[in-house]
């Protein structure tokens, strides 16, 4: 859809009974290892809102289609595999092959990245031959014979061109209501159907398997809805898939009417149930932003139909639902656990259904994988799930519930994998459970999960954090601007408003944050560059009114089109001042200082990033969790069963990937990392083990896939930031390693930048013009990623609603070898950078790298970095390390708050015991076996925060450290 358009007739609510509310169940939130005060997670009744679940009453298989999407798709590579096949869409409509409608989107260009990672069928809309929107300037052709010969041309191209043309739906006509062509039903609803007999019967004669879609209409209309039925019947050209558009923001409470209305018709005229897919759903709005999209898709699915977000910005992001080319943002996560949905669905009734911006979700139980998910988001107070038709036989008396948070991070702002915020095991009472979740930003969307007891007890993500958004500042020479959540045109804002006017060196935004400890924090920005002619910005970061950093932000499609910037700081504890500052001196204004701040994100940094992906949460081929026996929760891998990880890097650079199983006899175990294998790991006896990779990952989201063909019981997957090993892969300026030919040449670029450097520029375009690396010392034949910081701001001509992007490719060809393509997405700005990694498998020791493109221009290059893909295996049998029995329990005495730590040696050595809390540290050298390690640390205070201890033992056997967290206390 391109233009507003007149809001339908709504016709009425589907009824829902209603039931009795669930009793409630106080859950006791624990932490593993932790002596703890149990707390009862609940609130007051009135600031609740209930989501009822009974999972003994089915709604039908699990759907999975409304994570399709519009023009999602832009070349082979953009997005990435792994962003492809984690969101999981099992639909897209893209442009018609060869078509001039789009610079990219070509369905022959992007048919082997949908259907290998996970697509059922690709629409194409013919029209979308044309070049101009409306389709040649509205009219419809005068000698419709012209329009045929372009249906004869997409269906050839597709029958002829396509591996896979049997997975093809053909949509005739886009919209055909509004604008294009047959406006007003009564006047040309003849000739519609005239037309769509032609160009039904003309596909068919091509290709007579064909399935064709439509009418593809911009809103719902149920005159020519009976209309057509009644025509397509009784002609035979019934379309395989009934499509049309449900865009509006008062959509969401009114498409459920319309579904019926359609189902009525159909009933009536004496065809169906067809297939519906909602080719265009959701607004700007909606893109990116977990909570909006969750209401969309739980309707969908309530309803069992697919659906396509629409498309509003450009084509090849998934319509704004990921960031960069590999990375997550917020909507992508939710996407991602609407993918991991597997079994059927049960009934879940909202607060209130069809009415629009409110509580809404998805709920299904997987019996096999002895399962239940609750996908839920929209609201704005905190969220009380109610479970009821628990099967105790199937997830026993006893239950694991964990529930993640997916926050909005911007549209282009990248997001790790979602924390754990409620972790509770509880018994199941009368077939009930109850999860109060704390909820305050209708933003958000939300994960539960219900399983039986788990090996070892969920805990929540300890990490402190602080929030704050940017309006709700101490403001000086700044603009506090709306963004109104029922404005479907503007992009969302956390909050609903940012702040902008950075454009005098006095501009500043003060934040007053009671720091918890001394120690290292990082400093999260969500905002939106001023337009991309601007190019990156940045700002001065201040602490207590010292210069204590630079944020620097990436360029972007707007000003309202949000990223997020990060920068690393050091706080002492106690009440600090963040000030954030348009300059460095008080005088001079930042380059690109002109930034629209949104909502700005304190956390403490911990040691490396590290993250634990539960092996019963992985997406599992051929096996299912047991729950039975030793390590509850582990997975079974045996023959061809695989276990399917989606990882989140912050940074590109190198990683320690963990694998936590068991195994009955010495076996082999397979990791393949975005398809590429990494060799040598596995267990050479029976009994526990880990094996560890340290493997080059790229920043965002990695695909990793486990399996054992000798068979291992897995219990989870590790990663750990491993930064020091960077050196393996250190960057190089492309203008001190290239040798430049055939007009590639050096050139500077104008403040504001990014760029490091010169940038080498008019590569490719010609056979001739290329540049040569020639291969570092030490780097032979093998398995590499190709780090490339690049910038892409070409655009085609566009329209007044696309804004026409080009991807460009960078062929890297070995002398030697063969040549690698990687694809590069628009980033927006010349004057800014992006970093990009292209997987690269080198068969020589030494040939030298030729990097051009001869069929179109290649990016601008900022730095080079040739990074071996694994840098180490291990394998180790963790008995033969340190066991520690670690407790952790906050205590008053005296009205001060204390955290008393004991660390037991259970193994049969010595062990030297360091013990590292939020209020000081202590070291233990030779702890005997059986005995203990203890101190009581005060937090010098009346309370003191949740948070966690990190004790690390170390014995000739090994070493080994222990994250445990602890609860709040208040002793005044």
């Known amino acids: 859809m391109r233009q507003p358009f007149p809001a339908p007739d709504p016709r009425g609510t589907r009824a829902h009974r209603l039931r009795r509310a669930a009793a409630s169940v106080g859950l006791v939130a624990l932490t593993a290892g932790a002596l703890v005060t149990p707390s009862v997670t609940s609130v007051a009744a009135e600031d609740v809102e209930v989501l009822q679940v009974d999972l003994s009453a089915s709604t039908g298989a699990v759907q999975g289609g409304a994570s399709g999407m519009l023009y999602g798709l832009g070349d082979d590579g953009v997005p990435t595999d792994p962003i492809v096949a984690g969101a999981h869409p099992t639909n897209v409509t893209q442009k018609a092959p060869h078509g001039a409608q789009h610079p990219n989107g070509d369905p022959l260009d992007v048919e082997r990245s949908l259907f290998e990672n996970g697509g059922d069928y690709l629409m194409v809309n013919i029209q979308d031959y044309y070049p101009d929107w409306p389709y040649n300037g509205g009219q419809r052709p005068e000698d419709f014979d012209s329009y045929l010969?372009?249906?004869?041309?997409v269906v050839t191209s597709i029958v002829e061109e396509s591996d896979h043309p049997e997975r093809y739906v053909f949509t005739p006509f886009n919209e055909p209501d509004g604008i294009n062509w047959y406006s007003g039903w009564g006047t040309m609803g003849d000739t519609f159907l005239a037309d769509w007999e032609a160009a039904y019967t003309t596909i068919k004669e091509i290709y007579p398997e064909a399935r064709i879609a439509g009418p593809g209409d911009a809103w719902w209309h149920g005159e020519s809805t009976r209309d057509i039925l009644t025509f397509a019947k009784a002609n035979d050209v019934l379309p395989d898939i009934w499509t049309w558009h449900e865009l509006g923001v008062e959509n969401l409470a009114t498409f459920r009417s319309h579904l019926a209305e359609f189902r009525q018709i159909e009933q009536e005229v004496g065809v169906g149930p067809l297939p519906v897919n909602i080719t265009e759903y959701a607004m700007r709005r909606d893109m990116g932003v977990p909570g909006q999209l969750v209401q969309w898709l739980a309707m969908f699915e309530d309803e069992k139909v697919d659906a396509q977000t629409a498309y509003w910005t450009y084509a090849g992001n998934l319509n704004d639902n990921m960031a960069k080319n590999n990375s997550a943002n917020g909507a992508w996560w939710l996407l991602k656990w609407y993918g991991d949905l597997t079994g059927e669905t049960v009934e879940l009734t909202p607060p209130a259904l069809d009415v629009v911006d409110t509580l809404q979700g998805i709920a299904a139980l997987d019996a096999d994988a002895r399962r239940a998910t609750v996908l839920?988001?929209?609201?704005?107070?905190?969220?009380?799930?109610?479970?009821?038709?628990?099967?105790?036989?199937?997830?026993?008396?006893?239950?694991?519930?964990?529930?993640?948070r997916a926050a909005f991070s911007g549209q282009e702002g990248e997001a790790l994998a979602p924390p754990v915020v409620v972790a509770e095991r509880v018994d199941v009472v009368d077939g009930t459970v109850t999860v109060d979740v704390p909820n305050g930003d209708r933003h958000s969307a939300y994960q539960v999960v219900l399983t039986p007891a788990l090996d070892e007890q969920p805990v929540v993500d300890p990490t402190w954090t602080a929030q704050v958004q940017a309006e709700a500042t101490q403001l000086s020479g700044l603009t506090v601007v709306d963004r109104p959540a029922g404005d479907a045109w503007t992009f969302a804002a956390s909050g609903a408003k940012d702040v902008r006017g950075f454009t005098s060196a006095s501009s500043s935004l003060t934040w007053s944050v009671d720091v918890p400890t001394t120690g290292t924090y990082r400093l999260s920005v969500i905002a939106a560059v001023n337009g991309p002619s601007v190019g990156p910005g940045s700002h001065a970061l201040f602490v207590d009114g010292e210069q204590a950093g630079t944020i620097r932000y990436e360029a972007g499609f707007s000003d309202a089109y949000r990223g997020k910037a990060e920068v690393l700081v050091d706080l002492e504890a106690g009440t600090r001042e963040l000030s954030v500052r348009a300059s460095a001196d008080g005088s001079t204004l930042l380059p690109g200082a002109n930034v629209a701040l949104d909502r700005l994100d304190l956390e403490r940094v911990d040691g490396p990033d590290t993250t634990v992906y539960p092996a019963h949460l992985a997406r599992l081929d051929g096996t299912v969790p047991s729950y039975d026996g030793e390590r509850p929760g582990s997975v079974e891998l045996h023959g061809d069963a695989t276990a399917t990880f989606y990882v989140a890097a912050r940074d590109t650079g190198y990683y320690d990937v963990t694998l936590d199983y068991a195994a009955d006899a010495?076996?082999?175990?397979?990791?393949?990392?975005?398809?590429?294998?990494?060799?040598?790991?596995?267990?050479?006896?029976?009994?526990?083990?880990?094996?560890?990779?340290r493997v080059h990952l790229a920043k965002g989201i990695t695909e990793l896939t486990v399996s054992s063909p000798d068979g291992v019981r897995l219990t989870s997957l590790t990663t750990v930031r491993a930064a020091d090993a960077d050196d393996a892969a250190a960057p190089v300026e492309a203008e001190d390693v290239l040798a430049l030919a055939g007009g590639a040449r050096l050139e500077s670029v104008s403040q504001p930048t990014d760029v490091s450097g010169l940038q080498v520029a008019w590569l490719g375009g010609s056979a001739e013009s290329v540049a040569v690396w020639e291969r570092p010392e030490g780097l032979g034949a093998g398995q590499y990623d190709l780090?490339?910081?690049?910038?892409?701001?070409?655009?085609?001509?566009?329209?007044?609603?696309?804004?026409?992007?080009?991807?460009?490719?960078?062929?890297?060809?070995?002398e030697g070898g063969s040549t690698t393509r990687g694809a590069f997405r628009h980033n927006y700005s010349w004057k800014g950078f992006w970093t990009h990694t292209i997987a690269l498998d080198l068969a020589t020791d030494d040939g030298a790298l030729t990097l051009g493109n001869a069929t179109g221009w290649a990016p601008n290059l900022d730095t080079l970095a040739l990074a071996p893909l694994v840098l180490d295996v291990s394998n180790e049998d963790p008995q033969t390390g340190v066991a520690l029995d670690v407790t952790v329990q906050p205590r008053c005495l005296a009205g001060t708050a204390y955290l008393a730590v004991r660390a037991t040696n259970g193994g049969d050595a010595p062990v030297d015991v360091a013990v590292d809390t939020p209020f000081g540290g202590r070291e233990f050298a030779g702890v005997a076996p059986g005995a203990a390690a203890y101190q009581s640390f005060s937090a010098r205070s009346t309370g003191l925060d949740a948070g966690s201890v990190t004790v690390t033992g170390t014995a000739d056997g090994g070493s080994g450290s222990q994250d445990v967290a602890f609860d709040a206390l208040d002793c005044a």
């Open 376 to 404: 839920f988001g929209g609201g704005s107070r905190d969220v009380r799930v109610e479970i009821e038709g628990v099967d105790t036989d199937l997830l026993g008396e006893t239950v694991d519930v964990q529930v993640r």
């Open 787 to 814: 780090v490339v910081r690049y910038a892409n701001a070409e655009k085609n001509t566009g329209h007044a609603y696309n804004t026409d992007v080009v991807s460009r490719f960078l062929d890297v060809t070995e």
């Open 666 to 693: 010495p076996a082999s175990v397979g990791l393949l990392l975005n398809g590429r294998e990494v060799a040598g790991l596995g267990a050479d006896a029976p009994g526990e083990r880990t094996s560890t990779a």
């Open 149 to 153: 010969d372009i249906v004869r041309t």
